[in-house]
């Protein structure tokens, strides 16, 4: 069984004030790379960790683009919902947004609160899990949304769009640290929403994020950054995963407008 994880693709056709190209076009060329990576890697499933879109009811061009790529893929897809989903950051607002949509059209598949997916094949059986985005996720301080239990499988996949991090980068910006989250049970969780990405290995258990497939600031961090995707292989007992950079991702200094602009999830 193999798996890929990319997330915060922030599907839009203006331009962001950070960006000089043409971003719709980027991003259909980050798409088209990853599709034929699916291909090539001989994946089963995909998995998306929210800010599908860069809001919640996106133009005609960026969901033509998004029908485009599932299309392409032509694997089932899971998803969660990110901010950016979102009407107002409001969870109950998902039955109206484009997301909530290609979900009712069963295009892709949201992993719902509390529900656990089981994927299996002759080596193990998978528990695929996710939290979507809401406002104050990451004011819960025992961290629970990050949290899961594992029940009648080998391994546990965790998906959670909120502020997870090895560490704070900003007091004005509320975060949930992972080692306040060990306690999980999952064996991977695939974080989102923080942009630069991280990989961290605590207690055994594997907190992983491969950073935003969209850069719309303009962080220094970012400017050097080649976005990525997250490959995951149980094919076997014994895991494995890498980190893909997209060759199709010009470089930062190309496409990235030169002002000083504000990290946002």
């Known amino acids: 069984m193999r798996l890929l994880y990319l997330t915060d693709t922030h599907i ?6 950070n960006r000089r190209d043409d971003f719709l076009k980027a991003i259909a060329n980050k798409l088209s790379e990853i599709a034929k990576l699916c291909s090539l890697l001989g994946v089963d499933f995909v998995i998306h960790g929210g800010d599908l879109f860069d809001c919640p009811n996106p133009d005609r061009r960026s969901l033509d683009l998004l029908r485009e790529f599932l299309k392409q893929l032509a694997r089932p897809v899971y998803c969660i919902a990110g901010n950016h989903d979102l009407v107002d950051q409001r969870l109950d607002s998902l039955d109206v947004t484009a997301l909530g949509h290609l979900a009712r059209q069963k295009c892709v598949r949201l992993l719902q609160p509390g529900e656990m997916i089981y994927l299996a094949n002759s080596s193990c059986v998978l528990q695929l899990s996710g939290q979507h985005y809401y406002c104050g996720i ?11 239990k594992k029940k009648r499988c080998d391994l546990a996949i ?12 900003s007091e004005k910006v509320p975060t949930t640290l992972i080692s306040s989250v060990v306690g999980t049970e999952a064996d991977f969780t695939l974080g989102a929403h923080a942009h630069l990405g991280y990989h961290e290995i605590t207690a055994g258990k594997y907190f992983l994020n491969p950073g935003a497939l969209a850069r719309v600031t303009n962080l220094k961090k970012e400017r050097v950054r080649t976005p990525q995707v997250l490959y ?3 094919t076997s007992v014994s895991f494995s995963y890498r980190f893909i950079p997209l060759g199709a991702a010009r470089p930062g200094t190309e496409v990235m407008a030169e002002k000083p602009g504000a990290d946002v999830g």
């Open 158 to 169: 965790h998906v959670v769009h909120g502020m997870l991090l090895p560490r704070a980068f």
């Open 12 to 17: 839009q056709s203006a331009k962001p004030d």
């Open 138 to 148: 990451d004011r819960q301080y025992n961290g629970e949304d990050y949290m899961v």
């Open 232 to 234: 995951l292989d149980f």
